[in-house]
């Protein structure tokens, strides 16, 4: 069954930064859009970022645009989070997915569309 793994979360300091990584071994991202998530606890999973598959167009929740940079290798299967400016909102457990219906990512981001999702990784914004 596939699951992506993510990493690079970890305690972090207002105004720091963090990459985070996501591949899945032996599976590969050609063809999808590939999505970022997080969830803090006691809210619901949100979309963080999304990341096209051929053209590489982008798109941001207005919480991190100018801060946050997705991007991929598709060589590698592998696609990041590079997180700046990072804010204490910012805590939560980030997630990583692909997009099973599209290859852009499309207006309207739909958690429905997301499949693969692992275990995430903690991210923690504190002094």
């Known amino acids: 069954q596939v699951q992506f793994v993510e990493s690079g979360g970890a305690l972090a300091q207002p105004g720091g930064s963090l990459t985070l990584s996501c591949a899945a071994p032996?599976?590969?991202?050609?063809?999808?859009?590939m999505g970022w998530f997080r969830q803090a606890p006691g809210k619901e999973r949100e979309v963080v970022s999304c990341i096209s598959y051929s053209d590489r167009s982008t798109y941001y929740a207005d919480s991190v645009k100018g801060r946050f940079t997705i991007s991929r290798d598709n060589a590698k299967n592998t696609v990041y989070l590079q997180m700046n400016t990072l804010k204490p909102e910012d805590t939560a457990v980030y997630y990583c997915?692909?997009?099973?219906?599209?290859?852009?990512?499309?207006?309207?981001?739909?958690?429905?569309?997301?499949?693969?999702w692992g275990q995430g990784t903690q991210v923690t914004v504190s002094s």
């Open positions: 032996g599976f590969s991202l050609d063809y999808y859009a």
């Open positions: 997915a692909a997009d099973i219906t599209h290859s852009r990512c499309p207006s309207t981001i739909r958690l429905y569309d997301y499949r693969y």
